[in-house]
């Protein structure tokens, strides 16, 4: 390698190798330098060609979900000018979260390749499991709460156990799960189909239409934007000392500081959106707090990346000494309980538990959303946030639609074409990277 003191700048603070043309054994090595430290030293123009290399390779990302959002608000609001009022989009905000803590959880199961069709009767059993706590047998909200939750991760380790051990199919298991676990829900429900669920205090209180900022919602809202902006500062921040000290590539400060900026654009912007409505809701806040901690599980920690690299190849990671059926049995109980959280956000909009809970197009919508945000149906790619992105779009149409009063019919068949879409886009992706050399 040449000294370094003839090395540029630039090329100093990036890891070199040595590698020989592969024609001529014997001639000098030749200095390799990270690409996307290359990126970087170009400036705006090695961004651009960076990003057209990863497009012409398959990495779309999150770019189709933002531009089918531009498409569908754009249309929506030329065909009736309230889609993009405060009132609507806080409505959006509000009623996405139930079905998208149902996707969160089959995000992690998609990671894996496999499918769970039992989320929405979960979560419908769930609801119905507390009623009867809390109305039929007098027990404090928050323990039936407790006992709830406790009881969607027992059945999705129940359905993974049959699924990892058995070597039952997990659509097989999860779809005797589906008609089953509606079955018990029916049961308890009995003849009355409803049970009321008092809803002046505990978490169907909470998970109503209200703030825990109460009459400070507009400050909450603030609040809550600026504390997302500070956390992502503070953790690009630690990122990027972490991989200067391990010597491999980093973000400059100034690509951090433009992605804080236009973060805090967007969470302002929507903090002020909200604010002439009614608020941000506890719902809301619940469910982007459980997108940051699980973000954090899968992507920081040991267990997230295992789920990945079942995901990638079970063969592989059992090689590696992961135990794939443990990661298979905990995935289905994190289904499990985040379909149970989302039928008491379910109960928390109607104060009650009936026949509908969960029901109708509930589990395909939060297939859809995991899907249509980015998780790839194949395994081993996606991250947490498809499920806001994914819930976005849908709720976005179905508000729309309902705003033209349009019938449900022509609902289903466009939620319908655009999750075919996406899964379009997501195979065309992987051929592309696999012709790439990516996948």
Do not use: C
């Amino acid at each position: 390698m040449s000294d370094t003191s003839k090395v540029s700048k630039a090329e100093a603070e990036v890891e070199q190798s040595t590698v020989a043309p592969a024609d001529d054994p014997t001639a000098a090595p030749v200095a390799v330098v990270d690409p996307r430290l290359l990126v970087r030293e170009e400036g705006l123009k090695g961004y651009v060609t960076e990003f057209k290399r990863k497009i012409k390779g398959g990495e779309l990302g999150s770019l189709p979900v933002f531009v089918g959002l531009i498409v569908i608000w754009t249309i929506f609001q030329t065909q009736n000018d309230r889609f993009l009022s405060a009132d609507n989009l806080s409505n959006i905000s509000y009623f996405l979260s139930a079905t998208g803590m149902l996707a969160i959880g089959l995000v992690f199961v998609l990671l894996l390749g496999e499918i769970d069709l039992s989320v929405g009767s979960v979560s419908g059993l769930a609801s119905t499991v507390f009623a009867v706590f809390v109305v039929n047998h007098s027990m404090n909200q928050w323990l039936a709460l407790f006992l709830t939750v406790l009881t969607g991760a027992a059945i999705g380790a129940l359905q993974g156990w049959f699924f990892a051990r058995i070597g039952v199919p997990a659509f097989v298991v999860t779809l005797a799960g589906f008609l089953g676990w509606s079955g018990l829900m029916l049961w308890l429900l009995g003849s009355s189909g409803t049970i009321n669920i008092p809803a002046e205090t505990g978490p169907v209180h909470l998970l109503g239409q209200s703030s825990f900022f109460m009459d400070q919602a507009v400050i909450g809202a603030y609040l809550l934007a600026g504390l997302a902006v500070l956390s992502m500062l503070v953790g690009s921040f630690m990122e990027q000392r972490r991989r200067k000290a391990a010597g491999v590539p980093f973000r400059p400060t100034s690509e951090i500081l433009l992605r804080v900026v236009a973060l805090a654009v967007a969470a302002f912007a929507a903090a002020a959106v909200l604010n002439n409505a009614s608020g941000v809701s506890n719902a809301l806040v619940i469910f982007l707090a459980s997108l940051v901690i699980v973000d954090f599980v899968l992507r920081r920690t040991t267990y997230g990346r295992k789920i990945f690299a079942v995901g990638g190849g079970i063969e592989a990671a059992r090689r590696a000494g992961i135990s794939v059926p443990m990661v298979r049995i905990s995935v289905f109980a994190i289904s499990g309980s985040f379909a149970a959280i989302g039928g008491m956000f379910f109960a928390g909009q109607t104060a009650s538990a009936t026949l509908n809970a969960g029901g109708g197009n509930t589990l395909m919508l939060a297939i859809a959303a995991a899907v249509i945000g980015g998780t790839s149906l194949f395994g081993g790619r996606g991250n947490v946030w498809s499920a806001l992105l994914g819930m976005l779009v849908i709720q976005s149409i179905q508000t729309g639609l309902d705003l033209l009063n349009m019938n449900t019919s022509i609902q289903y068949m466009i939620t319908g074409a655009v999750l075919l879409g996406a899964v379009v886009i997501d195979s065309v992706s992987r051929k592309s990277q696999k012709a790439a050399g990516r996948a």
